[in-house]
Nanobody, 119 residues
Framework: QMQLAESGGGSVQVGESLKLSCEGSGFPFEKCGMAWYRQAPGRAREMVSSISSFLWTQYSDSVKGRFRISRANDKNTLYLQMNNLKTEDAAVYYC?????????????WGQGTQVTVSA
């Protein structure tokens, strides 16, 4: 029984920080690449960051230098540290698991956690 559960979203002001968590269960977490996506109202879903099972990481240009993705395989948990938040970062953030190397091909998705950023 697979499950991804995001947490840590909330409301902050510009320049503040949040740390998102995603706890997985029911699949071989340590073998899976993981990613954070986000979607704002009226906008397309976009990948924010990804991390492979070998700890290789990628970031979108809009968050590079501000966000950091990490994982704790012993806890089956994925993290996204978000620093210096901007209004453009406001969105529902989704955890995704077990990509196959293609584009947007993750098998499992969480329900999302909302991040609101106000000026």
């Amino acid at each position: 029984q697979m499950q991804l559960a995001e947490s840590g979203g909330g409301s902050v002001q510009v320049g503040e920080s949040l740390k998102l968590s995603c706890e997985g269960s029911g699949f071989p977490f340590e073998k899976c690449g993981m990613a954070w996506y986000r979607q704002a109202p009226g906008r397309a879903r976009e990948m924010v960051s990804s991390i492979s099972s070998f700890l290789w990481t990628q970031y979108s240009d809009s968050v590079k230098g501000r966000f950091r993705i990490s994982r704790a395989n012993d806890k089956n948990t994925l993290y996204l540290q978000m620093n210096n938040l901007k209004t453009e970062d406001a969105a529902v953030y989704y955890c995704a698991a077990c990509g196959s190397g293609g584009v947007d091909d993750y098998k499992y998705w969480g329900q999302g956690t909302q991040v609101t950023v106000s000026a």
